[in-house]
């Protein structure tokens, strides 16, 4: 496993949890301990997104550095690929 | 994977009900033409296409248009909120009412409900944009007709924004097939399926 792969396993097991979480909290909106379950992941989630996007590029096109000298949102391997996963 | 955007591209406040301008809008969610054909199109057609420029149009024209889904549905959901049975009578919306209430169902103003023959994907990148651009302007005509039909500004304003995003993603899908087209034998694009044949 590459670095780009291990990166991406950290944002997708936080991004995951995120998602599972907000499935709960959407019929338990006051559900203190499940919000800040939320949270923790919420926060593990940008940093690693940060650190992703700094070294392989954007996930999502609002994550284009502003650095950026070309629209690398393009550039393959495509989630679909097996190349990527 | 998708995120959703708790805000609709373009706004959608609709001060007078009117179920029978519903009864045609609602064909752009599901008709021949519509906003869910279209990007269960795109979508399906990323999968075979070759070329990186090209995926990426798919992809975010066919995200738009899943924008574009909940901005139909909105103007259908504001035409249709607290009309009375004589309304729904008087205005030819029973036939849909009597079915769905006054939820959001996937079908064309003729009644049909939403067919799968209206995303085409073909597995040859010409021939599956050559199909977008036909598309892009089917649903033009479409949303120029839903013009000729609609006089209230507060539908005619999404309506016409929808419109002119249609005319955008032809020039788009326009530009990609060049770029497949440059790729290509320039004698006869056709010699070879750049998704099939190595």
Known sequence: MNDRHMQEKI????????NDAALFLDTHPYDIKALEYFKKYQKITADATAEYTAKFGPITMDALPQSAKSWTWIDGPWPWEKEAN | MWAYEKKLQYPVKISNPNPAMAKVIITQLGG?????????????????????????????????????????SAIVYQ?????????????GFDSYFVDHTTGIYTIAASGVPFDANAFASKGDPITDLTEDLAAEQKARTTYDNILRLADDPDVLDPIKF?????????????????????QLDSKNFYAFNPAFDK
């Not at chain 2, 021949?32 to 992809?59: C, N």
């Not at chain 2, 788009?172 to 060049?178: I, N, S, V």
């Open chain 2, 32 to 72: 021949p033409d519509g906003e869910l054909g279209a990007s269960l199109r795109y979508l399906s057609q990323r999968y075979s296409m070759p070329y990186d420029a090209v995926k990426g149009i798919l992809t975010d024209v066919a995200t738009e248009e899943l924008g574009h889904m909940e901005m139909i």
């Open chain 2, 162 to 182: 929808l419109r002119e995003r249609e005319i955008v993603h032809f020039q788009r899908f326009g530009e990609a097939l060049r770029l497949v087209q440059d």
């Open chain 1, 11 to 18: 944002i997708r097991a936080a991004k995951f949890a995120m």
């Open chain 2, 79 to 91: 035409l249709t909120r607290g009309i009375s049975i004589d309304e729904i009578k008087k205005s």
